[in-house]
């Protein structure tokens, strides 16, 4: 059997991870031990008791300055906040918060992961703003400037190009690291009151508000079902060597904005507003994931449209 390490396990990628073991979804690399390291680990025990069991170890730490780990097998490292908010109060604040929970956990690794699977849990930020006539973004795209990124991206994006190169120089050390650049998601544990357009959605279908999309220019996004990501990052996790593999992570299934709050609306029967687009600028994040499908283990299991269901069947299942 086999251990995991989730690092910044308290948001929605830990969530998702502990919600797949709890349904038998981490069978497959015979996890049955799960260590979640956060700053505030126990408030799991109140947002999500759920998901606790006496295979889930909480650990309350910071990965910035920590000076110990658990030994595992596997290990996700998924500390960062991504509350837009914060990097428009308080962006280099953030920025260094993401380079310092990296660089300590490099430091940690050489001493308690010598013998784990890593995987960095970067973002499709580093490579800039997407041009509007790149349909998808290849891991060999080698990205735009970050001035052309709102302010809220900026230091977000020049902290996990850091935090790459970080763990890149970590796999030269002989460790067995690899980096999964992540894109847009959908799922039960998604916050439905940030800054996630999918997710809010889905909290003013389920409160029957009206849906409305304020972008008066084109925005194309795709989403990866959370089940999906799980399966993804343990894969990843698993192609780990020295070499330090890098994938895109997520779908490249593209929906206009406006035809997803079209979806969800439909689906509660609530009414939609959309601006009247004005602007000839295009907002594309998509993913090519090509070299993704070029692993066996790496697919797509479950389509958009279905992947609104299934949240929204899990969120009702969970709050009755």
Known sequence: MASLLIIGGSGFFGKSILDAYKRGLLNLWGIDLIYVLARNADRLKEEAPELMGTSIKLMNGDIASCKELPMADYVIHAAASTDAANYLSQPEVEKKNIQAGTYNYCELAKKFHHNSRIVYCSSGAVYGQQPPDLDKIPEN????????????????????????????????????????????????????????????????????????????????????????????????????????????????????????????????????????????????????????????????????????????????????
Request: aromatic share 8%; proline share 3%; glycine share 8%.
């Open 141 to 320: 795209y080698d990205g735009g400037p970050l001035a052309d990124m709102s302010l809220t991206k900026q230091n977000y994006a020049a902290a996990k190009r850091d935090a790459e190169e970080a763990i890149i120089n970590l796999g030269k050390e002989g460790l067995s690291v690899s980096i999964a650049r992540c894109f847009a998601f959908v799922g039960s544990y998604l916050p439905r009151d940030k800054h996630f357009a999918i997710g809010n959605f889905i909290g003013d279908g389920l409160n029957n508000r009206p849906i409305q999309v304020k972008a008066d220019h084109l925005v194309y996004r795709s989403y990866m079902y959370a089940d999906d990501l799980v399966k993804w990052l343990m894969s990843i996790c698993e192609l780990g060597d020295a070499r330090c593999p890098i994938l895109n992570v997520g779908s490249d299934e593209v929906f206009e904005i406006r035809d997803i709050a079209k979806q969800i609306a439909e689906k509660f029967n609530v009414s939609y507003a959309g601006a009247n687009i004005s602007r000839s600028n295009i907002d594309r994040y998509i993913p090519s994931i090509e070299k993704a499908k070029d692993f066996g283990s790496l697919s797509l299991g479950v389509d958009t449209r279905h992947a609104i269901d299934e949240t929204v069947s899990s969120i009702l299942r969970r709050d009755q």
